[in-house]
């Protein structure tokens, strides 16, 4: 025995592995149970974060779309609660300002309720507003249709309307034609189209929208605006921001509402980005856990293979080899659990996202 090495041999990269995976081979129900609590955690956090990120980037791409360059002019209430209205002229008035590109608008018709025929009770409205529009609305919003075409000269004079996106489902309207006709003001109005949902025009979407001209012949329109959208040179926008009210009401600036719509969609956003922060401490919980149920999964196994253990360092391994199979147990575990949850998070956000058609970002 003189002279000979009792040095334990090293244990290499492969050796490591295959000692490592000896444990998830003999006890393969446990061993995928505890990679599924970790699976489910990282697959948690991964979809979270993932469909928050598209849905940033799908409002990104809408503004991108429309421009933030949209500002809202709207009549308010006056000091006795009652509402305002805006002058006639206070579309031309604005037009006037420099750096406004366009100008269009809309005005409520009071007192003309929309409806799918006669035989609907008068007390169901459907939330659902007549507004006269200006031809170059479209335009000014960007807005699209889903269906049919926009007002246009030959039409506006005439008792031809264009329904949002809800006012068509509420209505039950799902073709457009000389057939399809709706009850405006008591009046039948030919459907020429239906919109999209108008991200920076919400009121649209509820609206049932006539020709100026036909609005006040045939409806009692009175020609006030009620919402002027007013597209503005963005190097100048907080200028104009500041005289529109005065512009659009010289006499009471104070019943004049000014906002810019893109605004509210970022806060939009902010409010998603908290809630996905929410969401992210209970994907760090379930995560946790994961980490919780493979420390319990190894300190069991080393209580159960006290024999294994044992005759292994009977054979002359030592406790930092023992030490090193277990820890490679429990990274090939949280191995397992990790690429798993990735690839179930990653299906998740893209599946998602190709269900509301946005685009598919997963950061790093």
Sequence with gaps: MAGRDLTPPRLRPRDVLRVGAVGLRTRPLRAFLSALGIAIGIAAMIGVVGISSSSGAELDRQLSALGTNLLTVSSG???????????????????????VLSVSSVGQVQDAKVYRSEEIPEARTGGISAYAARLDLLDSVGATLRAGTWLNAATHAY????????????LGVGAVGPDTQVLVGGRRFTVVGVLEPVALAVELDTAALVGWPVAEERLGFDGHPTVLYTRVDERHMDAVRDVLAGTGNPEAPNEVDVSRPSDALAAKQAT???????????????????????????????????????LRRSLG????????????ESLLLSAIGGVGGVCVGAAVTVGYAAYEEWPSVIPA
Excluded: C, H, W, Y
């Excluded at 305002?84 to 420099?98: F, Q």
């Design 272 to 310: 998603d980005q908290a809630f996905t922060g929410l969401l992210l401490g209970v994907g760090a919980v379930a995560l946790i856990v994961g980490g919780v149920g493979v420390a319990n999964t190894m300190v069991i196994s080393v209580l159960e293979r006290r024999a294994e253990i044992g």
């Design 77 to 99: 209430q006056t000091l006795s609660g009652e509402e305002a209205k805006m002058p006639v002229e206070a579309e031309a008035m604005i037009e006037r300002i420099g750096p």
């Design 317 to 328: 391994a030592t406790r930092g080899q023992i030490r090193t199979q277990f820890l490679a």
């Design 159 to 170: 008792p031809a309307v264009v329904l949002g996106s809800a006012t068509a489902e509420r």
